[in-house]
């Protein structure tokens, strides 16, 4: 069963809707670890428009959860995360004009800033991890870039509706996991899951970290971040011959 890491973007997202004070990001990763999650996920973005420089030593300070920093690979990032040193970093593609993360790396066309930002990360004692496509050509480039880690891009698989076209794309995650396995990857995914969809990415064997955020945030605001975070650890980490009609589950999140 995979881990779950949470991620606390878009509660800052509402904090600067004001640029006030709250809510505060520190205090949803400490609700979030309070939960039982695996991890704390959070980007700071080059436009910042959400996490903010100060939120990430403090977020490193108040949870014992490893921290996952999602970032580009731009220097002036890479200088921050360097500093800050957390757990992990999850280098990601970055366009201003996007509302969120719109696909992978094109690891193909990385170049050098890619590979500085790798190398002088983990120099720093940073476990890296790379946000690509489940795409067999990105996972033998990232082999060969020597990361330990890589997190699969699942939108495709969340806009696909259900019937034929979601089948397709969850066997796409699927023959990804075992080559990023069989490549000696450790492999993660998201993007895109929320209550109704998450569970058969969560089936996958092989896969080992699901990172959410958005879905879980929005559902708090109807039941509180505790127990959103409980309810989609109910579906990510157990598996189906344990946790009853999952079914029946997501009606009950549908209803609120």
Known sequence: ????????????????????????????????????????????????????????????????????????????????ACRVKPHQATLVPERRQELTTEGGLDLRRGGRRLSDAIGRLSDAGIRVSLFIDPDPRQIEQATRLGVPMIELHTGRYAAAGSGPARRKELEKLRKAVRLGRSEGLTVAAGHGLDYQNVRPVAEISGMEELNIGFSIVARAVQVGLKQAVKEMMELTHCHSRESGNPRKFRSSLSRG
């Open 1 to 80: 069963m995979p881990k779950l890491g949470v991620n606390v973007d878009h509660v800052a997202t509402l904090r600067q809707a004001r640029a006030g004070q709250v809510p505060s990001p520190v205090w949803a990763a400490r609700e979030a670890e309070a939960a039982g999650c695996d991890s704390i996920v959070c980007h700071l973005r080059e436009d910042r428009r959400h996490i903010q420089d100060r939120d990430l030593p403090a977020i490193r300070r108040a949870v014992q959860a490893p921290l996952n920093l999602e970032m580009a690979a731009h220097p002036e990032i890479v200088g921050i």
